[in-house]
């Protein structure tokens, strides 16, 4: 990996920002509501006071304006004030961007732990009945919608077993003190094995939610790589050398398999961030998805805007992972 | 010499959507120890489904349904799964056509060498870093006896950066690794070079020679036979048509196809003038009569070929499967 790939990718991020924040300006601009009808709601103001709100908020000024005013400030890292808030933006996502964090990468481990010995095992018994009932599976896996799927287990598990919580984080809570902002760990810096449990029962539901359509999505992948695999001379040259099943599907196959599985995974854990609004939202995780949610609605523009933003430098970090690990599992390419 | 492979009246059969394919169908052969057998024939004429039903390696949908398979004194097709594994790579070895295909992509040469020493290699010291070093030492051994320079630092890398030539001498390294009482190379040579397919089957030889084993060699080309191989097997649309010493073959085919075959290869003396292929196709493996196979391509065919042609002697060492063998002479 040199430093020229880097730097190449990191100049290919600006036109990609420059784009998206245009689109989310604009897509804001032209949705119904006034931030400050929203603000103000029941209550009388003169027609004054609103036009001081107005003028404080930044909204009296032109729209081109107003978009270039946020591009200069964005780029010295000033995303502006939020305007329920008072306080900067940036702060306010700071706060909130740990416990979305680690709801999405504990959904990613649960997708893969879960995916890859699926697939594996569903292209090993290939047309068996359990092949069958995992391609059912993963097909309800895709297509069932995350809000629905997460309120038949808070219902299963929450409400009819009452073995898990129903909403919420244990943050509030807690008396760990923060180090991480990640719960997981910090309890676990705290020697708090109890509060960690407590924690770790609180992601279950959410994270299987949040996890669900990936792990079908990788569990096709790996099925059809692995029986693409399987096909191939060199399967058959190891099994000639007779090394031990074992060895032959884990050592020579899976490796293989693993490439398009790796590099999908790396790519789908964007889409975690799409769905961490809904399942945030459905779980009352109080996350960056629920928080810009809720921004969507009161018209917060500048916080709607740097999530956005966030999320697209995300994105295509996902991607320059994605193409790094390629590179890794496969001796063949490089960067 | 003693016998080190038998085998008799094997069928292998492959339940296709079109019907049965009994791609190998009352096959019966013998390879002595350090011997070297050639198997020559059109493509789909049954010589690797053979012997990957000796090695116990048919891919599903096809099954081994009869005949019996003596290697070393013992039936394979009555081992167990385990012991069957445990007599592939150690005892019986094989090449694949195309190393490009056969060695692992993901993993460096150094670990697809260790990993076959690892599987069955007894003499192998038991402590951690002993083990590793000997196997090292293994390693770079076999890839310095197929002729790879400074082996010890290509360990490291993995096929793709070999030339063709180079990884098929790593292919054969690896099969070699155990020293096998028997190696079957399937088409050692089809995907290389000329001048490296020479280089190759010098190694073959040299090798058999040094370490004293049996050699298979399956092939379509008649050339590499009588310069490789002390008898000679020809196979046609899944049965043996012919075999024999590969001189007597050869010089004095006993077998229409087999004489197709010897009048198909071009010649310098005859440049110049058409090429004699044999016309007509193979026939479908599917549902064929029980008759001889070759009837309908070949010149001699009369009325009485419409019937089950059996083995028949034809001479010390020497059998067809043709009812005139006999006017052929």
Redesign the interface.
């Given at each position: 990996m040199s430093l020229g790939k880097l730097l190449e990718r990191l100049i290919q991020l600006i036109p990609v920002l420059l784009g998206v924040s245009l689109i989310v300006f604009v897509m804001l601009a032209l949705t119904p509501g006034d931030p400050v009808q929203i603000m103000v709601g029941e209550q009388a103001i003169t027609p004054e006071q609103e036009a001081e709100l107005r003028r404080d908020l930044g909204l009296d000024r032109p729209m081109v304006e107003r978009f270039f005013l946020f591009i200069a400030n964005a780029v010295q890292f000033d995303f502006g004030q939020s305007f329920y808030h008072g306080r900067p933006v940036a702060d306010v996502i700071a706060e909130r961007l740990p416990a979305t964090i680690e709801l999405s990468l504990v959904a990613l481990i649960v997708a893969l732990a879960t995916a890859i010995p699926l697939g594996v095992l569903a292209a090993i018994r290939k047309n068996s009945i359990f092949d069958r009932l995992a391609t059912v599976g993963s097909l309800l896996g895709v297509s069932l919608p995350g809000f629905w799927f997460g309120i038949l287990l808070i219902m299963l598990f929450a409400v009819h077993l009452q073995i898990l919580p129903v909403s919420g984080r244990i943050g509030y809570a807690s008396e760990v003190p923060t180090v991480t902002g990640f719960l997981l760990i910090d309890t676990l810096l705290a020697g708090d094995f109890a509060a960690f449990g407590e924690a770790l029962r609180y992601l279950i539901l959410p994270a299987i939610t949040l996890g669900l359509p990936m792990t079908a999505i990788l569990m096709r992948v790996t099925r059809a790589s692995m029986l693409e695999v399987m096909r191939q001379d060199y399967i058959t040259f190891a099994e000639a050398k007779g090394l031990s099943h074992r060895r032959v599907i884990f050592r020579h196959a899976l490796k293989n398999a693993l490439i398009p599985t790796v590099s999908v995974a790396a790519i789908e854990t964007g889409s975690l961030l799409g769905g961490n609004m809904i399942v945030e939202t459905v779980f009352g995780w109080p996350g960056l998805g629920r928080l810009v949610v809720e921004s969507i609605f009161l018209r917060n523009y500048p916080l709607v805007q740097a999530a956005v933003l966030l999320y697209a430098i995300t994105y295509v970090l996902l991607n320059f992972v994605a193409d790094i690990l390629y590179t890794v599992l496969n001796p063949r390419v490089k960067l | 010499m003693t016998v080190l492979l038998e085998v008799s009246n094997l069928h292998t059969e492959f339940h296709a959507r079109a019907g049965l394919v009994r791609a190998v169908d009352g096959v019966s052969l013998k390879v002595s120890r350090g011997e070297c057998l050639g198997v020559v024939g059109e493509s789909g004429s049954g010589k690797s489904v053979t012997f990957s039903s000796v090695?116990g390696?048919v891919?599903s949908p096809g099954q081994v349904t009869q005949g019996a398979i003596f290697f070393d004194g013992r039936n394979l097709r009555d081992l167990s799964r385990e012991e069957m594994?445990?007599?592939?790579?150690?005892d019986i070895?094989?090449t694949?056509?195309?190393a490009l295909?056969?060695?692992?992509?993901?993993?460096t040469v150094g670990e697809q060498l260790a990993?076959?020493l690892e599987?069955?290699d007894e003499t192998l010291p038991t402590g951690r870093t002993a083990r590793r070093t000997a196997i090292r030492d293994r390693s770079v051994e076999m890839l310095g006896l197929v002729g790879i320079p400074s082996p010890e630092a290509r360990l490291r890398q993995?096929p793709?950066e070999f030339s063709g030539g180079m990884r098929q001498r790593i292919?054969i390294a690896?099969?070699l690794a155990c020293r096998p009482k028997l190696l079957i190379a399937d088409e050692p040579t089809t995907a290389l070079d000329v001048t490296i397919q020479a280089q190759v089957l010098e190694l073959i030889s040299d090798i058999r020679a040094r370490l004293g084993m049996a050699v298979v060699l399956i092939t379509h080309d008649l050339g590499v036979v009588a310069e490789h191989c002390d008898r000679v097997m020809v196979m046609y649309a899944g049965q043996v048509v012919e075999e024999g010493p590969t001189d007597q073959v050869i010089g004095a085919p006993c077998h229409p196809y087999t004489r197709g075959l010897l009048a198909s290869i071009p010649r310098p003396a005859l440049r110049g003038q058409p090429l004699t292929p044999i016309m007509g196709q193979v026939p479908d493996l599917v549902g064929l009569p029980p008759q001889c196979r070759f009837h309908s391509r070949c010149p001699l065919a009369q009325p009485q070929c419409l019937v089950e042609v059996p083995m028949r002697d034809a001479g010390p060492g020497r059998r067809s499967r043709c009812l005139r063998l006999e006017e052929m002479a």
């Open positions: - | 090695m390696l891919r594994r445990a007599i592939r790579g150690r070895a094989m694949m056509q195309d295909t056969a060695l692992n992509p993901a993993l990993e076959v599987a069955h993995y793709h292919m690896i099969a």
